[in-house]
């Protein structure tokens, strides 16, 4: 074997047991996945907040209206 065929077996072993790109992979669609649930969570807390300030609103649209509001 010649030098460079023994430095590409070695570069090539070395690339085959190296698992830091798998790890930043999986990081990263972590990340995402934290991200897509933090957005979610937002939207629906987002919603209901809303929906809860109509509903206070109309009760008190309402209750102007019924004491014959100044």
Known sequence: MTIAR???KT???TF???EDGATAIEYGLFA???GA???G???T???NT???FETMNTELEKAQGTSGGT
């Open 6 to 8: 023994k430095s590409i």
């Open 41 to 43: 969570t937002v939207a």
């Open 11 to 13: 570069i090539a072993r």
């Open 16 to 18: 085959a047991r190296d």
């Open 50 to 52: 809303n929906t809860g």
């Open 45 to 47: 807390l987002g919603t």
């Open 37 to 39: 649930v933090i957005v």
């Open 32 to 34: 995402a996945l934290v």
